[in-house]
Nanobody
């Protein structure tokens, strides 16, 4: 019914930047909160950043001041601008969205993940 497709991951040197995108498609009426999570090898998935439908944001302490989450509701897309990347930011990044379907049912949807590798 709804798909989230992430893009923008890749290999970057420490101190570099990447911009992740996540586009939602399908039987969407509206989207509530959207967020980015990440999972490093051997670790649990953790919240990186989240943005509500009204634009309120919250970030993990480890990324505050370096990462910025934003959304374009006209495109059903959420972005994560990542600056000053560190090796410890290496992980698979997953997009998450709370979607209201055209049937008015609600659904939590996850993307397939995009890999970010920070290394010199």
């Amino acid at each position: 019914q709804v798909q989230l497709v992430e893009s923008g991951g890749g290999l970057v040197q420490p101190g570099g930047s990447l911009r992740l995108s996540c586009a939602a498609s399908g039987s969407i009426f509206s989207i509530n909160a959207m967020g980015w999570y990440r999972q490093a090898p051997g670790k649990q998935r953790e919240l990186v950043a989240r943005i509500t439908s009204s634009g309120s944001t919250n970030y993990a302490d480890s990324v505050k001041g370096r990462f910025t989450i934003s959304r374009d509701d006209a495109k059903n897309t959420v972005y994560l601008q990542m600056n000053s990347l560190k090796p410890e930011d290496t992980a698979v990044y997953y997009c998450n969205a709370g979607v209201v379907l055209t049937t008015r049912a609600t659904l939590e949807v996850w993307g397939q993940g995009t890999r970010v590798f920070v290394s010199s």
